[in-house]
Structure formats: C-alpha cells, structure tokens
C-alpha cells in the first residue's frame, strides 16, 4: 500500500467530520505553514549558522508535555540540508498535515517545537511506528496516547532518511515564543551598533557636470544608469547601462545605443524595478578575439525551467538569466550578435537578485583563473521571507559569488564549465556546487579588483549594516546569521542586530573591511580606488550611500582583512558650488552610483535625475 493511501484507510468514520472541519482549517492556516527559518549548511563549518537556533532550543519549555525529560537534545542530530528539508516538508505535507500542524492541537499535538520536548532518537522510533511504541509501554508514548485518545498511524513504508527529512523539517517549526525567549537570550539588542559617526574630512570633491541619461522613464528614477566599464583595446572604449534595457557606449560626451535587451530578447521584463531589468554585462577579455559578451537580464517565473529552482511550495517571483553572446563584428559601432543561454535562476522575490558579471582584469593568459566570471547572486529576499535555507550554503546559488567557466562544459546544464580551481570543485561532495567561490551575502552588488589586486566585494544590508568585503575563494560572510560585524536574528525579527556571541570564532566567519550602519546611510554603493590623475584622490577607494549620496572613502591601504578601515566624508562640490547629491537631485533617495570610465576619471551619477558628474578635483577644504 502506498504512503498517501495509508491515511484514508486509517482514518475510521469516527473521525471523518472532524477531520473534514480539521482539514479546512489547515487549508485556511496552509499560508503560515511555511517551512521555518533555519541555518543553511557550510561544509567547512556544519553549524554555522545555528547560533541563534541552539540558544532557542535550550530555551524552549515543554509546556503540554511537562512529564517530558527538559534537557536539550542533540540538536545537532538534525540536517540542515535544505534539500533533506524541502524533502521532509513533502512528505509531511502529503502525510501528516491531516493531524498535525505548527500554530495548534489538531487531531494529534501541535508539533512546533516537537525537536526539543522528544530525542532525535525517540521521534525517529515514533514517527515511524507510533502504535509498536505506545504498545511497547513507552511512557511518554502512552501519555500522548491517553490524551489524544486516537493512536497514529504507522509509516513502516518511510526508509531511514525519509525520517530523518521529516525530523529535520520538523526540526525548522519552532514555536513563536521561542523566538521571543530567544531573543532575550542574544543580549539587548544594539540600537546604535557603530556608535562612531562618520566624520567630515578636510577633502572637497569638485565635480563637474558631465552629461545626463536619456530618461526611459517619466518617473523617478527617470534613468537606472547603472555600472560604467570600459574595454580596452586599440582604443578604449567605454560603456553604461541602463536596467530599463539599453547599454549606451559613450562616445564622448553621447551616449549611443549599443544594445537593446527589449530587442534582444522577447522575454525580458526590467519591472519592477529595484534590481530588476538588464542587470549587469562583461566583455570577455580576449572580446575582439572570440566576440565573446555577457549580459544578465530577468524575465517572467516560469519563462524556462531554471537551473537553479527550489521546491514547487515556494513562490518563483521572476528568473535571472545568463547570457553569452557571440558577436561576428566585435568591431562594430553596434551590437549584433547571437546569445546561448549559460544559466537561469528562479528567484524568491525581485530584490537582489543576479548583481555584478566580470572578469578578473588581473588574470592574465595562462593563469588559472583566467577567463573565469564572476557572478554575484543576492538572496532573493530569501532570508527576509523566512526561507533562510536557501542562502549562506555552498551547496545553493543564492547569496553567493560564483565562478564559472563560460567556456567549460562540466557544469550540470552542460553550458558552462567549473573551473578545477573552485574551493568546492573536488570535495568529493556530490551536494556541493563546484560554481560557489564564496558565499554568505544578502546582495553582493558590485566586484572589482583594487589596484593592487584585492577582490573586494559591497555587500548592501537589510536594516542595520552596510559592509565592503575582501573577497577570497571558500569564505563565508556570513548572512543572513551576521550583518557586518553583528548577529542578526534571522530566525525572528530581523530589525536588530546584537554582539557577537563569545563564541563566534568557531563559525570562521569572514568580516567586512568597511562598515557604516543605517544611521549614516542605507546602502553601500560601491566605489573604486581612485587612480586617475588628481594627487589627493591617489589610492582612496571613493564609495558612497546609494540613498542620501553622501560621498565617503576610506585609504586603500587600510583595507586588510581583520579590520575595518576607518571611514570620512567628502564635501562634494557641484560645478563650483558646495552641495549634497540630496539637494542637487531635490529628492531624499539620489540613487548614487559610481563608476571609472576613459583616463581612470571617476563618475558620480543618480539615478533619481540621469545625472552624471565627472570627479574634476580635489581640494584641501581649508583652502576654498
Ligand atoms: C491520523 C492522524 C495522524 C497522522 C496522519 C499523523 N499523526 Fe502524529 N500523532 C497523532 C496522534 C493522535 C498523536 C499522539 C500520540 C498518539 O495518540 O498516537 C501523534 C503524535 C505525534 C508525535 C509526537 C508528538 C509529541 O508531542 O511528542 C510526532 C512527532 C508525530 N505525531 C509526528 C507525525 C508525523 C511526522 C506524521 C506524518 C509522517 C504524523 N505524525 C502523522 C496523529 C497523527
């Protein structure tokens, strides 16, 4: 007899109208019924994540099950697998969901928090055969039993890890006031975690107006100009794109369209907005050899099966997608080419998605990594929806920065290859994604090589902390467990952040080399090391506050893993005049973003107006 039959079967007429009333109810509360927050898995690191999720554990108090052993159990006796989850909520779902649920008493307990009332041992033996248990005289088996008065069904057809996948779903439903006891547990939580604020240097920032974006819209932002690159070749040539669809090359001071996404590629769909649209794109270093270009963009969920999916319960709000284009004339004014598809990837949600494509420009010919791409993957919006299992693991893209091989074809799709270098490429783990180079990022929005090298990675926050990060293969940094140098709650509310645990050492999480919380600004946006011509600006890497434009930078040399380089503010001055981005754009949200185009000039452009501005000074402030 098959699994889902058992129950029918089992089920006497006794029962039926209370289960059909029972059954209602779950379908009406089946929205709540979502799988928990949990730690995702580093293999380096089993329990990184569970801070948070032990201290619960040892909290929670066995209210309707008194006679219960109170002991914690061996919490680490659960997978944290998000496939063995997404299995074991499956089999819940088509198994037990008839009697049991999270929120209350159905015809059986109410199972939230069930991983720390019973052994891992104990529970393994039930669920797989209730009634040989309470026969057998069990006291906490028969106590149930003379409560519920109806004996469970048994699941003998359930193999060893069927179990241990349900146990390990059940494992994620803790009880809503667990959450709350938990954190009274991590401390009180910090209201002002950087207290220092960020202090006014003596530097003034003289830009000059440059050009402004053709609006592709007439609402703010009415250009999403986005990230600046330039290829070098005979000439240099210089790039901008727009996320509504089009990549302008920048012949001086005209921005010509070069390629448009929309007519590239029916499917593409740049709305909502935020992150969405013609994310980001990468010329291949040997481009005018091989015509080789990349772009990403999004499209509708379900437009392709994706390479990248999770279980069918959990909403696909759009696909990011991977191309590789292949252009006859790399010469050409114009694009023209054919794409093939590298990769696809459903998202939870719109925000932060697939962030910055680029090569190493350091990787020269013959060296292992040339050639390889780097993607940036956000969360999705995962850890935020409470589907935290998806990030912060190298065996799931999301939250992540992978590398790839465009050129291979040893990835599972066959489009792309992983290169041998990968830190999870041999580990002799099948689970594990050979593509993952770090992972541990809400958004890793922009990478880029400082002149001397150092990968660094921006990583944009959620409520508190802001964060510019060393990027180094295998490394976790730490969401949504960590913000900046902080605990987050991601099992409860995630609006605070807390200290560290003492023992924080043992979860090798690598912190950010640059901070600032949301009392100085909302979200990094990333800079560069300055390296054009004006002496001041040598060797500065020059950021700033997506939101309220403030203008920052720190001195590259201070930018060592370990610390957090000290942070300043520039006085911007705009063609002559002292302002901010906020006043010059008449709106609190500038949409700052920086970008190097010809000669190492550094651009500031907004979003809010399409205004770009090309850095032309810098001046001691005293003097002016
Ligand atoms: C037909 C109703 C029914 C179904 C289906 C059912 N259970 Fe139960 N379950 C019960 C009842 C009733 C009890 C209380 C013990 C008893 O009387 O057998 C119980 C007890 C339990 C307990 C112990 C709870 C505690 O507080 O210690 C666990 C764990 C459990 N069930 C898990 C499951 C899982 C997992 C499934 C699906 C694979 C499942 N049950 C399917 C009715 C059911």
Request: neutral net charge; charged residues 20%.
């Amino acid at each position: 007899m098959r699994l889902n039959q058992l129950i029918p079967t089992l089920i006497s007429t006794r029962i039926l109208p209370f289960l059909k009333i029972k059954i209602g109810l779950l379908l009406i509360s089946g929205a709540i019924v979502l799988p928990g927050c949990i730690g995702g898995k580093n293999t380096n690191n089993q329990q990184a994540d569970n801070t948070p999720q032990t201290n619960t554990n040892a909290q929670v108090s066995t209210t309707n099950n008194s006679s219960k052993p109170s002991i914690p159990f061996n919490q680490s006796a659960y997978s944290t697998d998000e496939h063995d989850i997404i299995h074991g909520k499956e089999l819940f779902q088509s198994n037990c969901t008839a009697c049991h649920n999270f929120e209350q008493k159905g015809i059986g307990p109410n199972l939230a928090g069930v991983t720390s009332r019973d052994s891992p041992e104990w529970l393994s033996k039930f669920v797989r055969n209730a009634p040989e248990v309470i026969k057998s005289g069990d006291v906490n088996a028969v106590k149930l039993y003379e409560e519920y008065k109806q004996m469970m069904p048994p699941f003998t057809a359930f193999t060893p890890e069927d179990v241990q996948s349900i146990l390990a779903y059940l494992h994620t439903q803790q009880p809503a006031s667990a959450v709350d006891e938990n954190t009274a547990k991590l401390g009180p939580p910090l209201l002002d975690p950087i207290p220092t604020k960020i202090p006014k240097s003596e530097l003034l920032l003289s830009l000059e107006s440059f050009i402004t974006a053709p609006a592709t819209s007439d609402k703010i932002p009415l250009a999403r100009i986005n990230s600046m690159v330039v290829l070098p070749g005979k000439k240099n040539r210089v790039f901008v794109q727009d996320l509504r669809g089009k990549l302008y090359e920048m012949d001086g001071k005209n921005l010509r369209v070069y390629m448009d996404m929309v007519k590239e590629r029916p499917g593409f769909i740049p709305t909502p907005g935020l992150a969405t649209g013609f994310g980001s794109y990468a010329f291949h270093p040997e481009f005018y050899k091989n015509g080789l270009f990349y772009t990403t963009h999004t499209e509708k969920a379900n437009t392709a099966p994706a390479d990248f999916a999770y279980a069918d319960s959990i909403k696909v709000a759009l696909q990011w997608v991977l191309t590789e284009w292949k252009l006859p004339n790399p010469n050409a004014p114009v694009f023209a080419g054919q794409g093939r598809e590298l990769l696809r990837v459903n998202m939870v949600n719109q925000i932060h998605g697939v962030q910055e494509i680029t090569f190493n420009p350091f990787a020269k010919p013959g060296s292992p990594e040339y050639g390889l791409l780097y993607i940036g993957i956000g969360d999705g919006g995962a850890a935020e929806q409470k589907y935290s299992f998806l990030c912060n693991s190298n065996k799931t893209v999301w939250s992540t920065v992978l590398r790839i091989d465009p050129k291979g074809t040893n990835s599972k799709n066959g489009h792309y290859g992983i290169p041998a270098i990968n830190p999870f490429a041999q580990d002799n783990d099948p689970e594990t994604l050979g593509e993952v180079f770090a992972t541990g990022f809400r958004n890793p929005n922009r990478i880029y090589w400082s002149p001397d090298g150092k990968m660094l990675i921006s990583d944009i926050g959620l409520t508190n902390i802001e964060e510019l990060n060393i990027g180094k293969a295998g490394a976790n940094y730490g969401w949504p467990a960590r913000e900046g140098t902080f605990l987050l709650n991601y099992q409860g509310k995630m609006d605070k952040v807390y200290a560290l645990p003492a023992d924080d050492s043992k979860y090798n999480y690598t912190y950010p080399v640059v901070q600032f919380d949301h009392g100085e600004g909302n979200a990094f946006s990333a800079g560069f090391v300055y390296t054009g011509n004006i002496p001041l600006l040598k060797n500065k890497y020059i950021f700033g506050d997506i939101v309220s434009g403030r203008v920052f930078f720190v001195d590259n040399n201070q930018l060592k893993l370990g610390q957090q380089a000290p942070i300043q503010e520039f006085i911007v001055q705009f063609d002559g005049t002292v302002s901010t981005f906020q006043a010059i754009t008449g709106n609190k949200k500038t949409d700052l973003r920086f970008g190097v185009g010809l000669h190492n000039d550094l651009y500031l452009y907004t979003k809010t107006d399409g205004k770009m501005w090309r850095v032309n000074g810098c001046l001691p402030n005293k003097k002016i």
